[in-house]
């Protein structure tokens, strides 16, 4: 009696194209996860809209009526929004994306496909929620009567970049969580902590400029950055701290992939 091996990437010898031949599979997981957000909950697309809102109104109180900090000359509910875009795009990507592989316990244990499918499809999610409050924005911007200019053509590069922004750290903790199911405690603190230590409510110029480079380690700074510059249109861009953000996305995402794909073999076993 002979026995099947069925191991990631050793079906067509390449895992790469193993990704491309399944891509239906990717579909039909964004589609899943995209219904199962917004048709199991009482308020619905709603909610996409709440959550930003609500933590811009508390954002522009404190930080723009309270402390009183500089705009840049734009309505602040604006310069807070512009910033709220990207981050909570990552927060949602990367939240759905490390819990995405035990919720398809089923899936993995069963049948073959590459992994890396799986973390990505959860993406989805926070795209469709990142373009409702895009949406929001643009109503914020009609109330203000405040518009940008051709700098939004950025937007086409910051939104590719904000994605790969959001894989990797989600594909490195998504993988940890497979095997240390406590992991997941971790994610909403990790969350909370880059809520506060990226410059949402406030602008990174305000941070001392000998501590602005190492500031910038942080890969949400230089993303925020540049959402805003592209979209408020007064502020200044620090080019070296977007090249050091844009270098630690990068270096996430690669390490992020390597070690996804380094433990991927193991997952229908552990988990």
Known sequence: MQELLIEAGHVERNYWRDLWRY????????WRDILVRYKQTVLGVAWAL????????IF????GRIA?????GAPYP?????????????????????????????????????RLIVPAASVMVGLVDFLISFGLLAVLMAWYGYWPGARMLALLILVPAAIFTSIGPGLWIAALNVKYRDVRYLVPFIVQLGLYISPVGFSSDMVPPQWRLVYS????VGLIDGFRWAIVGRTTLYLPGILLSLAVSVTFLAFGIWYFRKTERSFADVI
């Open 217 to 220: 380690l942080n890969p949400m």
């Open 50 to 57: 709440i959550q930003p809102f609500l933590t811009m109104v």
């Open 23 to 30: 891509r239906e599979l990717f579909y039909f997981l964004s």
């Open 78 to 114: 604006i310069f807070v929004f512009s910033a709220l875009l990207p981050w909570q795009f990552f927060a949602r990507s990367f939240s759905e994306g490390a819990a995405s592989l035990v919720t398809n316990t089923n899936l993995i244990s069963k049948v073959y496909f590459p």
């Open 68 to 72: 009183k900090l500089p705009s840049g």
């Open 60 to 63: 522009t109180i404190v930080f």
